[in-house]
């Protein structure tokens, strides 16, 4: 791809960015509780079903967050809106880094042995 051919695509991933304050990492999550005792519900065996967002820290912490069916929806969009974005600035990055090669010069595929 010739550099201004990089830089029009770049320029036309920059523009259908979701820039958006709706936006939020983690993982949708669909459990199961089942009390011990005193519900007839999960006495049948049925349980009650859960949406839970679960999110993971820097070295092994995670955080839960039990959310309302009312919340599930808006998760949804808010981690798709996360995954368009990531997707996008890799896609950039890459571009970026063909930006960075002399002109005409093929991306390296890794080394060689004899490197």
């Given amino acids: 791809m010739k550099r201004d051919q990089i830089l029009e695509t770049r320029q036309a991933l920059v523009s259908q960015l979701p820039v958006t304050g709706e936006i939020l990492r983690g993982s949708l999550v669909e459990r ?5 005792r005193g519900c007839a519900t999960c006495a049948g065996g049925d349980g009650h ?18 959310l309302r069916r009312a919340q599930v929806c808006e998760v ?3 981690l798709g809106n996360y995954h368009r974005l990531k ?14 090669r002399p002109d005409g010069a ?4 890794g080394r060689s042995k004899g490197d």
């Fill in 49 to 66: 079903p859960l949406s839970v967002l679960t999110i993971s820290y820097p070295g092994g912490r995670t955080r839960q967050f039990s």
């Fill in 106 to 109: 093929a991306p390296r595929r």
């Fill in 87 to 100: 997707e996008a600035l890799e896609a950039i990055c890459e571009l970026n880094h063909a930006l960075l």
């Fill in 32 to 36: 199961t509780v089942r009390h011990t």
């Fill in 76 to 78: 949804r969009r808010w």
